[in-house]
């Protein structure tokens, strides 16, 4: 999937400042703010109507719309760095599963 991708990433890296490390870094930072406003925005929701979050549909497309930014912009870093995000994906799935042991030990998880 990123990978077929990958070529219009690279297009954007051949933009004039498009390598910069601040602008990279700043638009990752906004992109991780609009996630976290789509969750917000669902979280007061469910407050206020007690709705199951299934029935938030157009914040469920705003929040698939930040992750999606989100997404992209940290495998632009990646690329920037020649950091292969199926590993980046593995690393993080094993942190996951580190995490769990470390942190719910003795818990039943399912």
Not at 12 to 22: A, F, P, R, V, Y
Not at 73 to 91: R, S, T
Request: proline fraction near 0%.
């Amino acid at each position: 999937m990123y990978w077929e991708q990958k070529k219009e990433i690279d297009t954007l890296l051949e933009l004039d400042g498009q390598k910069d490390l601040m602008r990279r870094s700043s638009i990752l930072g906004q992109q991780a703010g609009a996630v976290q406003k789509a969750l917000n925005y669902m979280v007061l929701g469910q407050q206020k109507t007690s709705a199951d979050l299934k029935d938030f549909t157009y914040e469920k497309a705003m929040l698939k719309d930040a992750l999606s930014d989100y997404f992209i912009q940290g495998a632009v870093v990646a690329q920037l760095f020649d950091i292969d995000v199926d590993e980046l994906l593995a690393i993080g799935v094993n942190r996951l599963a580190e995490f769990k042991k470390t942190n719910f030990a003795g818990l039943q998880l399912g």
